[in-house]
């Protein structure tokens, strides 16, 4: 099995920025899984936000938040973060951390097999 722990989100106000982490474990966890960041604001479904396969080249990262956040990974810490710049209201939602058991990642909700319980973040205007 394999956990995900996020931390990091907050209330911050607009234009302001936040770093999410997120640390995985667990006995089958490998350090080459792809590692992502989704989100849900209320009454919306959840979308992708950005992730990363094993080799830390060419991330994914979602139009609505490019130039803005930027995700990264420590591969010795077992750990993702995703670094959120700008902050807009718009971006208040349950951010997840998600990983694949492959290597390389995906934009697909589907495709990730384990998922953290979520981290609030609030934007205020």
């Known amino acids: 099995q394999v956990q995900l722990v996020e931390s990091g989100g907050g209330l911050v106000q607009a234009g302001g920025s936040l770093r999410l982490s997120c640390a995985a474990s667990g006995r089958t966890f490998s350090s080459y899984y792809a590692m992502g960041w989704f989100r849900q604001a209320p009454g919306k479904e959840r979308e992708f936000v950005a992730a990363?396969?094993?080799?830390?080249?060419?991330?994914y990262t979602a139009d609505s938040v490019k130039g803005r956040f930027t995700i990264s990974r420590d591969n010795a810490k077992n750990t993702v973060y995703l670094r959120m710049n700008s902050l807009k209201p718009e971006d208040t939602a349950v951010y997840y951390c998600?990983?694949?058991?492959?290597?390389?990642?995906?934009?697909?909700?589907?495709?990730?097999?384990?998922w953290g319980q979520g981290t609030q973040v609030t934007v205020s205007s």
């Open positions: 990363i396969s094993w080799g830390t080249s060419s991330p």
């Open positions: 998600a990983t694949r058991t492959v290597a390389r990642a995906t934009m697909r909700e589907d495709d990730y097999n384990y």
